[in-house]
């Protein structure tokens, strides 16, 4: 993979769910240390698209690619072992192991970029300074934790793996505003890292406090695509695809 390759790309991506196509030729890419938004109203496509990335949908078709690694017809843990992370939006975190149980689940060995440069690595201790509140309960049971603690032990169990990019799905999603402070946070911290993230994300002020950079999807397709500047200097896109 050569340093002007994009570390994630999709060029001409469908996907369906059953017989109904959900994505229409989507064409999108992320650099490294770059946090891209995509953004659109609820039911554009967002979600489905972080998961045909990654290879949850059965049926998709366009190219992926990875590190230079074509991950179009590759299974989700496949990417994962490539370094491709995916925090999902219904958390998904096991309920009945502790917090430090969690994390062990998502561990895998430390990463060197191809320059010979070390990736982020990921330990407990690392994470806890990261998001304070799980350092607080490490022996804690999955279930007996808030939502947007459930969401943060997932983003650190997504990060044990040492991923050098992260889909989130839709991160400030039904959580308190305190927890999407640290959200953002947690974001930024990651991208000085050298972490890319693609976000799914409706709420505008979140993603112009993190992104870099914007696509904007509805019903399936990418309608826009400029700096998150751009896009929050222009009303009239954000009204067509973003106003409820």
């Given at each position: ?30 650099r ?26 059965g ?14 017809k ?16 219904d ?8 917090v430090?149980?969690?994390l ?9 970029w ?11 201790e ?14 804690r ?33 039904g959580v ?39 696509y904007?999807l ?6 826009y ?10 009303d ?9």
């Amino acid at each position: 993979m050569s340093t002007h390759e994009p570390l994630l790309q999709a060029k001409a991506l469908c996907a369906w769910y059953g017989a109904a196509q959900i994505l229409y030729d989507v064409d999108l890419e992320v650099r490294r240390g770059e946090v891209v938004a995509l953004m659109g109203r609820n039911g554009a496509g967002k979600s489905t698209t972080l998961k045909a990335l990654i290879g949850m949908l059965g049926k998709r078709r366009g190219a992926v690619r990875f590190l230079g690694h074509d991950i179009s017809k590759s299974e989700p843990h496949h990417a994962a072992r490539l370094g491709l992370g995916f925090v999902p939006e219904d958390r998904r975190v096991f309920t009945d192991l502790t917090v430090m149980e969690n994390l062990e689940v998502g561990k895998q060995p430390a990463r060197r970029w191809a320059d010979g440069t070390d990736a982020p690595l990921w330990t407990p201790e690392r994470l806890f300074k990261l998001f304070p509140n799980l350092g607080e309960m490490p022996n804690r049971p999955g279930g007996r934790m808030s939502g947007g603690e459930q969401q943060m032990l997932t983003v650190a169990r997504t990060l044990m793996g040492n991923p050098y990019l992260v889909l989130l799905d839709e991160p400030s999603e039904g959580v308190a505003p305190v927890i999407v402070e640290q959200m953002a946070n947690m974001i930024l911290e990651l991208k000085a890292q050298g972490v890319s993230i693609l976000l799914s994300e409706q709420n505008m002020h979140f993603a112009e406090l993190v992104s870099d950079r914007a696509y904007v999807l509805e019903k399936g397709q990418i309608r826009y695509h400029a700096t998150m500047a751009e896009l929050a200097a222009n009303d009239e896109v954000r009204r067509a695809y973003l106003s409820v």
